[in-house]
T-cell receptor, first 113, second 115 residues
Framework: RKEVEQDPGPFNVPEGATVAFNCTYS??????FFWYRQDCRKEPKLLMS???SGNEDGRFTAQLNRASQYISLLIRDSKLSDSATYLC??????????????FGKGTKLSVKP | DGGITQSPKYLFRKEGQNVTLSCEQNLNHDAMYWYRQDPGQGLRLIYY???????QKGDIAEGYSVSREKKESFPLTVTSAQKNPTAFYLC??????????????FGAGSRLTVL
C-alpha cells in the first residue's frame, strides 16, 4: 500500500459546483496533515493545515479521520481560479528516509465556465 | 522579503554532463530538502539536510549529490550517473525537521532538460 494515495482525477466541474477530494495514508503514527495547491509548472503552496476537529477557511473545508486514516478537502462554490492540482501531505515524527514529509501525487481540478 | 531562491529556472544539459542547481534561503530555516517532480507525479525526495554539514539520502538519491556548507545554501548536483534527469526540481525549507510546523516553503523550481 502506498504511503499517501490520492485520486489523480482530473475532476472537471462547472463554476459554482462543490467538489471533494480524499486522501488516504498508511502510517497510523502520522502526526500532521496538510493540503497544498500547485498551479501548472509552479511550486506547491500551502493551502491549509488539517486539524483533528476539522477546519474551514472561506470556501475550503478540511477534515481528518484518524480511525480510517483519510483526509478530505471540500471546495464550495468553485471558481475558475481554483483550477490546480491539490497535493495531500502527511508529516510523521518517527524517522524514515523521507525526512518525515510525504506527498501524494495530487488531484487535478479543472473548473469550467 | 524572506524566501527561497532557486537558479537557474531553466537549464539544458547534454548527456554525460554534470549540472549544479542552486538553492539559497534567507528564512533562517534549519531543514532543507530537494524534491524531484515528473509530469503527473508527486514529489519524490532526493536529499534532505537538518543541519549544516549533515545531509541524508531520500528515496531517489542515486545519481545526485548535495552539500550543506552553509545554513543558507543547499546546492544539488545532477551527475552523469542519473539516467533520467529531465524533471522539475524543487528546493524547500522547514524551520526544523521535527517542528510540526506547517511552514514548508518552496522555491520556484528549476526545470532541467537533457538534450
Amino acid at each position: 500500500r502506498k504511503e499517501v494515495e490520492q485520486d489523480p482525477g482530473p475532476f472537471n466541474v462547472p463554476e459554482g459546483a462543490t467538489v471533494a477530494f480524499n486522501c488516504t495514508y498508511s502510517n497510523s503514527a502520522s502526526q500532521s496533515f496538510f493540503w497544498y495547491r500547485q498551479d501548472c509548472r509552479k511550486e506547491p503552496k500551502l493551502l491549509m493545515s488539517v486539524y483533528s476537529s476539522g477546519n474551514e477557511d472561506g470556501r475550503f473545508t478540511a477534515q481528518l479521520n484518524r480511525a480510517s486514516q483519510y483526509i478530505s478537502l471540500l471546495i464550495r462554490d468553485s471558481k475558475l481560479s481554483d483550477s490546480a492540482t491539490y497535493l495531500c501531505v502527511v508529516e510523521s515524527h518517527y524517522g524514515g528516509s523521507q525526512g518525515n514529509l510525504i506527498f501524494g501525487k495530487g488531484t487535478k481540478l479543472s473548473v469550467k465556465p | 522579503d524572506g524566501g527561497i531562491t532557486q537558479s537557474p529556472k531553466y537549464l539544458f544539459r547534454k548527456e554525460g554532463q554534470n549540472v549544479t542547481l542552486s538553492c539559497e534561503q534567507n528564512l533562517n530555516h534549519d531543514a532543507m530538502y530537494w524534491y524531484r517532480q515528473d509530469p503527473g507525479q508527486g514529489l519524490r525526495l532526493i536529499y534532505y539536510s537538518q543541519i549544516v554539514n549533515d545531509f541524508q539520502k531520500g528515496d531517489i538519491a542515486e545519481g545526485y549529490s548535495v552539500s550543506r556548507e552553509k545554513k543558507e545554501s543547499f546546492p544539488l548536483t545532477v551527475t552523469s550517473a542519473q539516467k533520467n534527469p529531465t524533471a522539475f526540481y524543487l528546493c524547500a525549507s522547514h524551520p526544523q525537521i521535527h517542528s510540526g510546523a506547517n511552514v514548508l516553503t518552496f522555491g520556484a523550481g528549476s526545470r532541467l532538460t537533457v538534450l
